[in-house]
Nanobody
Framework: QVQLVESGGGLVQPGGSLRLSCAASGSIFSINAMGWYRQAPGKQRELVAV???????NYADSVKGRFTISRENDKNTVYLQMNSLKPEDTAVYYC????????????????WGQGTQVTVSS
């Protein structure tokens, strides 16, 4: 009923920039939280950036000052602007949303995007 579709990954040189997008569609009543996570080969999935309550944000220390999370509520879309990319940022990036579906009676449910590969290499 709900689908998250990501776009914007790719290959970029160190120091470059990319912008990821994640749009949710389907029977959406409200979105309680939005965020980005990443998983590098052989490592656990980790938080990159999230919107917590209201407009508050939380970033991983490794991306502070380089990445910016933003959103367009009327489009059910969350973005991740990534600047000054480093080889260690190479990973599959996943968006994550807690969504209330239907008429709003159900509890929020967590959804994941399909993942988009970001490779930082010269």
């Amino acid at each position: 009923q709900v689908q998250l579709v990501e776009s914007g990954g790719g290959l970029v040189q160190p120091g470059g920039s990319l912008r990821l997008s994640c749009a949710a569609s389907g029977s959406i009543f409200s979105i309680n939280a939005m965020g980005w996570y990443r998983q590098a080969p052989g490592k656990q999935r980790e938080l990159v950036a999230v919107f917590t309550s209201g407009s508050s944000t939380n970033y991983a220390d490794s991306v502070k000052g380089r990445f910016t999370i933003s959103r367009e509520n009327d489009k059910n879309t969350v973005y991740l602007q990534m600047n000054s990319l480093k080889p260690e940022d190479t990973a599959v990036y996943y968006c994550n949303m807690w969504i209330v579906t239907g008429w709003g009676a159900a509890s929020p449910y967590m959804y994941w995007g399909q993942g988009t590969q970001v490779t930082v290499s010269s």
